[in-house]
């Protein structure tokens, strides 16, 4: 396969493609499974080239999630790095034990003699007219269990770094991709820093902080950028990795500005929005003037694009959360 | 002739020609997203809801349009309900994946692989013990004998004593690949493993499907078990409406399309007949299409309501 350089703007999900191809390249004990993953290329084109590249490194499996899990898991406690893919977010549900009884615990019960340094990659997010059972962002269940890592990365680069910095991980990593942004195009250093759970500051600015992550990345670059030509600079941090998370930029970041936003596609209420906004009031006390929550309202995710767009976070409602903040309407 | 013959062939033209429009409108914006259609397969629905009673509740998968038009959803609304419109089925909700109408007793297509069959043990459970003599159906991919749900609820169903009809549709692909490579045994060997009787079937000819259903339903009925209908069939098209069947080897289409059940319906019947009946259709189809087109969007200030029940 030929491989982009430096300097030529790739898609996310070829950066996807080529953190794998690395990854498999770097270390033989990683392999690559799925529904669809192996001859077919992946459904999205994730491991496109894999199978030919790397034999049965990179195999199709049936549609057993729970099954597909819990191979990854045992797999790595005798050794391997896998990484299994979960065709959409939605349907890691029907494999929860796996993930939060069995994979969750494995270092904590054993005092680390068991180890499971594996990774789930899967993406999420609604599109237009994807149903209800296609379109959650599920990043907070996983983030409340202790155990496992949870990354949400939104460009090329970071769907790169991230997925190299899973791979490498000694814990369980869960990779939620956005498929909203699989086309988008960046640039792709493969020495970026590939470190867990830092922040990246997109921005910089002093009226108010806006944490976000995913998907509505690019709506929130939108919003901060056109509230810059009206004169309010934002800071704009895009988390990259929930859990862990990057307590210490974001800390910073509202003390200087006083005003905290957080967005995410994923629904509001018991979102991880809600531990960012509490983390920084325990922190800063009355330092922190004024804050909002941008997040999907609390409902199922209809199909018709006129009714998802009433609940789904927008550009418009988060420039008004954060003009909110700033008391300006 | 039979007049059986000319209404099979009518049903199954019916859900074809919905569908050929449906992947056009998927191709130029008038359906937004994408579209698992079940060309090819026209057979199952048509035929297993002759033998149901039209008040057994049916469950489907995402490829469930047939099922929703077999069980007599009204094709205007169906296809409003495709198109995002403020359809009498789901308002826009369902789209054409997670689209209902208990009206029809059709319980409802599912998005999740295997995620039916629990409800349709549950369905069971309620018509058993309500005495209402109604025995629910479920229409599953052959893919989804690999889910832990649906084995959970055959056993349960062999165990508990609960009637219901599972229709295994073996199109021979799941999604890119072919169901022979994920499935160690045949489904009908599985449910043996339960204890359930199973039934294999040509799912490309209405009137055999029509007969297994209804043994089937005797069956489940006399066993007060579970019973499996595994038909034989073809997928013409895609997994989705985006698929470009990369992974097809070449002339597999041409091959499987000789099999069409369409054809062969047709085939089956005097062709001044076939001929008369297709126009009909044709010009039924064209008429449900422009009605569809004319339903509202649905209401913005409806997005939040039914989330509960107050
Ligand atoms: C739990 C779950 N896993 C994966 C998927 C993605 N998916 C949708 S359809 C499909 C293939 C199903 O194949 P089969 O059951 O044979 O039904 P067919 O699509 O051929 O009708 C897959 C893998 C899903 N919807 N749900």
Known sequence: MSTPTDAEAITYIRAINLALDDALAADDSVIVFGEDVGIPNGPFGASKGLRAAYGDRVFDTPISESAMIGAALGSSMAGLRPVVEVMYADFLLVAMDQIVNQVANTRYVSR????????????????????????????????????????????????????RGAISSDDPVMVFESRRLYPSKGHVRRDADARIGVADVVRQGSAVTVVTWGTSRPLCEEAVDSLALQGYECELIDLRWISPWDTETVLASAARTGRLVVVHEAVRNAGFGAEVVSTVAESLGGQLQACRRVGTLASPIPSSPVLSAQLLPSVDTITRAILDTIGEK | MMAAEVDDYRDMLRIRLIEEELLKCVQDGRVIGSAHLCIGQEAIPVGACRALKSDDPVVATYRGHGWALAKGVPPVQF?????????TLNGGRGGSAYLSSPDHAFMGENSIVGGGLPMTLGLAMAH?????????????????????????????????????????????????TPSTDLTATPAAVRAAAYAIEAIEVDGNSASAVAEATRRARELAISTQRPVMVEAHTRRLG??????????RPKGELEEWGRLDPLTRARSLLDPTVAEATYQQVVAEVADAFARAAQLPAPLEEEAMKHVYAN
Do not use: W
């Open chain 2, 238 to 247: 895609g997994h989705y409406s985006g698929d470009a069947q990369a992974y």
């Open chain 2, 128 to 176: 058993q013990r309500r005495a209402t003599g109604l025995i629910p159906a479920v229409s599953i991919g052959d893919g989804a004998m690999n889910q832990g749900n649906v084995h959970e609820s055959l056993n349960m169903g062999s165990v508990l004593g609960i009637p219901f009809i599972v229709i295994v549709e073996n199109n021979g692909y799941a999604e890119m």
């Open chain 2, 79 to 87: 296809i409003g309900e495709v198109m995002g419109r403020d359809s």
């Open chain 1, 112 to 163: 680390g003699r068991l180890t499971a340094p594996m990774v789930i990659r899967t993406q999420q997010g609604s599109t237009p007219g994807s149903c209800a059972q296609h379109s959650q962002s599920l990043e907070a269940l996983f983030a409340h269990i202790p155990g496992l890592r949870v990354a949400v990365p939104s460009t090329p680069q970071d769907a790169y770094s991230v997925l």
